[in-house]
Nanobody
Framework: RVELVESGGGSVQAGGSLRLSCAVS????????LGWFRQSPGKEREAVAS?????????DYADSAKSRFVISHDKREKTLTLQMNSLTPDDTAMYYC???????????????????????????WGQGTQVTVSS
């Protein structure tokens, strides 16, 4: 029902920047959760950042992404982006964008809405884009 297509991955040197994009189609864009996740060989898939596309949404970042990454979305363009700065080899992974159309990732916080970092809360996933950071 929802199609997600990532782009923007590639190889960069440590300390560099990279911007990932995710085109969203197949469903009404507003009012649900979107997130970026990553997975490297031998490790569990983990959340990087999430964002709510409706009113009063606020992004939420994993500790590893705070102060370095910025998640954003464009309602008009129906795109999700992840601006990654100060990249390190530890950021090397396959990056996936995900969507929750069931409301399971929805979290009410005082004054605004955030989205969970639980993999199981998201029901649609993109194909992934590889990010490789060399030293």
């Amino acid at each position: 029902r929802v199609e997600l297509v990532e782009s923007g991955g590639g190889s960069v040197q440590a300390g560099g920047s990279l911007r990932l994009s995710c085109a969203v189609s197949g469903a009404t864009y507003s009012g649900y959760c979107l997130g970026w996740f990553r997975q490297s060989p031998g490790k569990e898939r983990e959340a990087v950042a999430s964002i709510y596309t409706g009113d009063n949404g606020s992004p939420d970042y994993a500790d590893s992404a705070k102060s370095r990454f910025v998640i954003s979305h464009d309602k008009r363009e129906k795109t999700l982006t992840l601006q990654m700065n100060s990249l390190t080899p530890d950021d090397t992974a396959m990056y996936y964008c995900a969507a929750d159309t069931r409301g399971r990732a929805f979290r009410r916080v005082t004054g605004f809405t955030q989205c969970s970092h639980e993999v199981a809360d998201y029901n649609f996933w993109g194909q992934g884009t590889q990010v490789t950071v060399s030293s």
